[in-house]
C-alpha cells in the first residue's frame, strides 16, 4: 500500500503466550475503535485469539508471560531465532510479573498448592529477558494496547517510539487526580514508569508499579515519605514485589 | 475602578443569567481527604447550589482552563499524496467563578507570557478573552505568602471581584461586559457606610497573612547562592515527579510532540505541558542532559519563579499560594527553601 508516496511496510506480527493470564495478548484485541486498522496495518502470521493462521515466517514477535517452564525456555529461544524484533509484552514478559512471586517460596511446596496431587515441571520464573535478547520492553499489566500501537506505527513509518523517562504522578496531575496519599493510602506512582496514563489512582486505587521504575527514582525519599505517612517497610516491600519491576531495590 | 454593592440574592440571579447560556466553571466539593480536609476542584458546575464560594483551597489551581495540559495545536489529514493541515483554537465563551486574587495574579502574569509576548498565543488568547472572571476575596491560609510577592491584591485582570461584606458583595468592575452583567440584577451604587465595611474586611484579610518570604534582593542572592549546598539538601528530596508544576497556577513550560492515527490517514500536533523538574526535561537529541541531577533541576524550578521571569517581566512568576508545597509528597516548598537560601541553612 502507498500512502503519501512512501511504500507503507506491513510488519508480519506473531503473538506468543507463555506463563501468564493471557491477558496482553487479549489486550491487543481490545480497543474497537483502532482494532480494524491495527490488523490492516500489520499481516497476522501467529496469534491465536484472532486468527486459526499457525505461521512462522513473522519479523516481530509479541512475548506474552513469564519464563516458568524448562520446555518454555526452548520454545521462547526457538522465537528469537526467527524473529527480527522480539518485544517483551506486559509486566509478566518484562518482569516476571505476579507469577514471579513464587520465587518467595519453595517451588515443590508452591508447586503442591496450585497443582494438588498433579504436579507440574517447574522452574522459578524468569522475565523474558532473562533467557533471550529483549529489543523492546512495554511493561505494564495489561499491556496498553496505546503503547503497542505505537511499535506497530514506529515499524510501519519509522515513527518515533515514546519514552516515558518521570514518574506516573505527571499524568495522574494532568487527570486532575486526587492524590492517592491524601486519601490515605500507598501509591507507587512517584517512583513507577509513567505512558500508562495513571488509570489506576483516577479510579480510585493507588499505583501498584506495573510499570517498573521510572528512570533513576529517588527511592530513597520514597521509603522516607511512605514511612513517615504510616505504611511500614513491609507493606511498601510487598507492593514493590507484586509485579516484580523493583527487583534491584528490595 | 468602579465598584457596586451586589446583595447576595443578586449574585444568585447573576450567577443564574450566566448558567442559561454558558458553561461556569466554578470550586466544586468533590471529596474529603483522609484527615478530614474537604477536597474541592474547579470544575464545571451546572447549579448555583453546586458551587462552594466558601472553599478553603483548590489543589490544582485554575490554569488548566488557560493552559490545559494536553491540547492539540492543529491537525493533518493525509490524502493521496498530499496533506491538510487543520489549526482551531475557538472555543465557547464560559465563565469561572471564585478565583482568589492569586489565581487572577497569575492569569495576569501568563498574559505576559502569551497575550503581550513576543510570540502571544492564539490558543491561550481565545480561552482567556472568552472567559468571564468573577473573583473572591477570603482570609488567607496559614502557608500562603501571596502577601509578601504582592499578589494577594489584584486589579485587573478579571470581570468582577468581590469582597463578602456579610449579607452583601462589595465588587470591584474591570470590564464592561462585567458592568453590562451586573446592570441585569439587584446592584446599587456604594454608600459610605460599604466602604467602610469593606476596608474593615480588607484589613482582617491583609492582617491574616502568617507565612512571609523575604523578596527583597532574592534575584542576587540567587545568583550568588548558585552553588549553595541548600539546592542539595532539596534536591535530594525532589521525587522528580513534576507534581509541583502541574498545580502551579503560572508554570507553563511544555512539549510537543506529532501523533499519527493508527490508520495513517490523520495526525495530531499534541501541546503536553510539561515539568522542569522531570529528569528528561534538558535531556537533548544525542542523549545529552543539560540537568541531569535532582538539585539542578530543583535549583532552576526556583531560578525561574524567582530569577528568569523578574529579568523578563519585572515581577516573580510565582504568586505565593503554596500548592506546590502542599502537594509535594517530599514536603519541599518556597518558604522554607527561600529561607534556606537567606540563612544559609545547609
Redesign the interface.
Known sequence: MK???IE?KRPRIAVFDFTGCEGCELQLANKEE?LG??L??IEVINYREVSSEKGDNYDVALIDGAITRPDEIERLKAIREKAKVLVAMGSCACFGGVTKLKNAYNLDEANREVYGDCPKETIPTMAVGDVVTVDLKLPGCPVSKDEV?RV??HL??D?PL??Y???V??QC????T??R?????LCL???TRAGCNAPCPAGGLGCWGCRGP?????Y???FA?AKEKGFSEQEVKDRLAFFGGFEDVL | MLFKILSKDGFRSLVEIILQSNEIIAPKKIGTKADGDPIHQFLPVTSFEEMDLDYRTTEYSAKTYFLPYRENLCTFDFEADDWEQKIAYRMQPRAIIGLRAFDINALTKLDKVFSKGRFPSPYYISRRKNTFIVGIDREPLEDEFCQSIGADIVTHGFDLFMTDLGDRYFVAVDSDRGFNLLNRVDVREVTDEDTQAYKEVRKRIQNGFKTKINLSNLPNLLDLEFTSEVWKKWGDKCLSCGSCAMVCPTCYCYGVSEEVSMDFKEGARVKQLYSCNLLDFARVAGGHNFRPDQETRLKYRYYHQHRGFLEDYDEPKCVGCNRCGRVCLAGISPAAVIRDLYEENV
Open positions: 500512502h503519501l508516496n507503507q483502532t486498522a491495527f490492516d496495518a500501537e506497530v506505527q510501519v513509518w515513527l515514546p519514552t523517562a518521570y514518574p504522578c505527571l496531575k494532568q487527570r486532575y486526587v492524590c496519599f491524601d486519601m490515605g493510602e506512582g512517584p517512583i521510572a528512570e533513576n527514582p529517588n530513597e525519599e520514597f515519605l
